[in-house]
């Protein structure tokens, strides 16, 4: 499983490589204009979105968060599980009750008890460490929580990070008026989201479904079609995790009851990773914006989904505020993923 990935990955990459790099040549920015960063008119609040059980990356994501939520650095409204593993939200808790945070609201997506998603580290997780929910007995539907979680929330103000299926996005979209907003979905997330930030795609270029689409492709061409989401994208695609391989040294670095550990531990023995890490940089990218890690491109353009999945990168004057990142230092970026990681 684990080499499946990145040759699929690798596969399409090559594929588009040459398409990429003369568009990058038109649109890119360097590395030098990408420094500074700023500061923030208050903590960056975030929602994760993900499919946390098998594949590691998702529980880098929300490690990371965890230990930049301990500095002050970001407010994790919540975290929704967008597979149908039920053992996937007790896995989330232990996470977040090994960093001190056993209060963040969970949602687990509609259907869960119909285990249908394969199960990894997950189970692991849960079964080593001290967690209060149990299952997604245990947790309210994501999209209601959804809703409560935005309805109280400061207008356009909320960070989404979708590094799983487009499930919930989905239904978020499609929900009605009730007891926390008279909003409909869209009129909801119009209101109270920044933006949303996805792991996904091969940008410029195109490709065949690689990950996250293929979870749930109705879903992703529900939020995706017509390019109507109603707040900017941005995209995280399939380039920026080949080269990330972090989590190399959790052995050495911190005790055998760290939840990171666990998980990269059960995935590759106390190994080098045995490949790329999509979603911590798309974490990381949510919360702190470029930085000295990314590169912002592909302005005036946004996302498009053929019919089979497939995501690519169209002229779209109509999206002004989309856009996708390029890793501008990969070596300092991994360096930061590995920190964190290794954070006690
Ligand atoms: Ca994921």
Redesign the pocket.
């Given at each position: 499983m684990v080499g499946r990935r990145v040759v699929a990955m690798v596969a399409v990459v090559a594929l588009v490589v040459a398409a990429a790099a003369a568009v990058l040549a038109a649109t890119g920015r360097p590395a030098s204009a990408d420094q500074g960063g700023g500061t923030r008119a208050g903590t960056p609040r975030i929602i994760i979105d993900?499919?946390?059980s098998l594949?590691w990356?998702?529980a880098t994501a929300i490690g990371m968060a965890n230990v930049l939520q301990q500095r002050g650095q970001v407010r994790i409204l919540g975290i929704m599980s967008d597979i149908r593993n039920p053992v996937a939200v007790a896995a989330i808790d232990a996470i977040d009750t090994a960093y001190g945070h056993p209060k963040i609201p969970l949602g687990a997506v509609a259907h869960s008890a119909a285990n249908t998603a394969p199960h990894g580290y997950s189970d692991d997780l849960a079964r080593k460490l001290p967690h209060a929910v149990r299952s997604s007995h245990d947790v309210p539907p994501a999209v209601p929580l959804y809703r409560r979680l935005l309805a109280s929330q400061p207008p356009h103000s909320v960070t989404l990070v979708s590094?799983?299926s487009y499930t919930n996005l989905a239904g978020l979209l499609r929900s009605k008026p009730d007891q926390h907003s008279s909003l409909g979905g869209r009129a909801l997330i119009r209101a109270k989201v920044k933006r949303l930030v996805i792991?996904d795609g091969i940008f410029p270029g195109g490709g065949p479904p690689v990950t996250?689409q293929k979870l749930d492709l109705a879903s992703a061409s529900e939020v995706v079609k017509g390019t109507d989401w109603p707040t900017p994208m941005v995209w995280v695609d399939g380039y920026t995790g080949i080269q990330t391989k972090v989590g190399g040294a959790l052995c050495t670095t911190v005790a055998s009851n760290n939840p990171m550990r666990i998980v990269y531990e059960s995935r590759f023995g106390c190994g080098p990773p045995g490949d790329g890490d999509?979603?911590g940089p798309t974490t990381l990218y949510a919360i702190g914006g470029k930085q000295g890690w990314f590169t912002e491109v592909g302005q005036g353009g946004a996302a498009y989904i053929n019919s089979v999945g497939g995501l690519s990168w169209r002229t779209d004057p109509s999206r002004p505020h989309d856009l996708y990142i390029r890793i501008a230092d990969q070596g300092a970026l991994n360096q930061r993923i590995d920190a964190l990681l290794g954070a006690k």
């Open positions: 993900s499919d946390l594949w990356d998702d590094i799983g792991e996250n999509w979603d």
